[in-house]
């Protein structure tokens, strides 16, 4: 997508002006003032218009609080996961996952929760994609809470930085390095892609230790991420209003025993505004996900982008150009803008279907759906 610096030019350029430049930006005055102020309401007018815009949908969750029923809703700030200055949440969304139980299994700006095993090399982070561990004949491993004769499943992607055939040792077991649930080698046969591993492991104790080991001095190898959990399907977790809530459930929530405790299988809002849960979860370590499109951020800086591909741009000219025509009192050439900008909305209306998380994961169970 163009920068509020480009964007503020073709306007300019369209109404024969002077141009402005990164070095004078902050500073224009008169009608490159107004232009840049016209390209912000024009994408104001945009987001308002096509408020499910893809770019704006993001996902976030929050993970339960064993006996916890209502749950504030997302203000600015993050509850536990995304950027979330939200304006619309889509409570068609909803559904429960198990939590992650590896600490920083993403690797986004470090290794650290993961203690290393040394060997003849070394283990670091890696800036690389969205973040890395890289092992050069060296392990890493982290305890994590099981629940023994529990079935869990286990994610990792890795790839061969060097070149193709070198194997990563992946261990589950009691202790670092320990192999009594899970011994197995993750090999790179697609240089430059990487593999993955999907499988799954039962828990023999309280305690366990997932350890990956690189045993090679002849290359990294690079660890995009590790994921445990337990090996439950996705659940669907259907929206009711608070009337009905009320009418058929909130005699037993109410009364908050812990032995009526359970899964999640239904959520509401609250007179209140909050996030109601029932059953109320039996457990900590729930996720609830949920949809939402985030608010749009305002053009400032020269080199500011809009949170748009590059479809838009003309949509975004042509409607400052319409503020402008208006402000030079130009009423032919603002109903020309006018229709133009209309007609690009009209036309791009079909490219905003989202289709909803819990439909993309084929492991989902439309559970009460």
Do not use: C
Request: net charge negative.
């Amino acid at each position: 997508m163009a920068t509020y610096l480009v964007l503020t030019n073709r306007v300019l350029n369209d109404l024969n002006e002077v141009e402005l430049t990164s070095a004078n930006f902050s500073s224009s005055r008169g009608v490159q003032t107004s232009v840049k102020n016209f390209v912000n309401r024009g994408l104001h007018d945009i987001y308002n218009e096509l408020e499910e815009l893809p770019s704006l949908h993001k996902e976030s969750y929050y993970v339960t609080n064993e006996g916890q029923r209502e749950y504030n809703l997302p203000s600015t700030d993050s509850p536990q996961s995304g950027d979330l200055n939200w304006r619309k949440i889509d409570w068609d969304t909803l559904y429960l996952k198990p939590n992650e139980l590896i600490t920083n299994g993403e690797f986004t700006s470090n290794i650290n929760s993961w203690t290393t095993i040394a060997g003849a090399g070394s283990a670091a982070y890696n800036s690389g994609g969205n973040g890395r561990a890289r092992l050069n004949d060296y392990a890493i491993y982290q305890s994590f809470s099981t629940i023994k004769n529990t079935e869990y499943r286990l994610q990792v992607k890795t790839f061969d930085s060097n070149s193709t055939g070198q194997a990563l040792k992946i261990q589950v077991g009691t202790a670092a390095e320990g192999t009594q649930n899970l011994n197995t080698t993750l090999t790179v046969t697609d240089f430059g892609n990487g593999e993955i591993l999907d499988t799954t492991f039962t828990a023999t104790a309280q305690t366990s230790y997932v350890t990956i080991n690189n045993t090679s001095t002849a290359t990294n190898m690079d660890i995009d991420y590790v994921r445990i959990s337990r090996n439950v399907m996705p659940q669907r977790l259907p929206f009711v209003s608070y009337d009905d809530w009320v009418r058929r459930f909130s005699q037993r929530d109410l009364t908050n025993l812990s032995s009526s405790h359970a899964e999640p299988e239904f959520a509401y809002k609250t007179q209140s505004g909050k996030l109601g849960l029932t059953p109320i979860p039996d457990r900590n370590d729930y996720r609830i996900v949920f949809e939402y499109w985030k608010e749009h951020t305002e053009l400032s800086a020269h080199g500011d982008v809009p949170d748009l591909d590059d479809r838009y741009a003309d949509l975004i000219v042509t409607k400052a150009r319409y503020y402008a025509y208006q402000l030079r009192s130009d009423p032919e050439h603002a109903s020309i803008a006018l229709k133009e900008y209309k007609d690009g909305i009209k036309n791009l209306t079909n490219d905003i279907v989202i289709k909803p998380e819990y439909i993309r994961d084929l492991r989902v169970n439309l559970r009460n759906a």
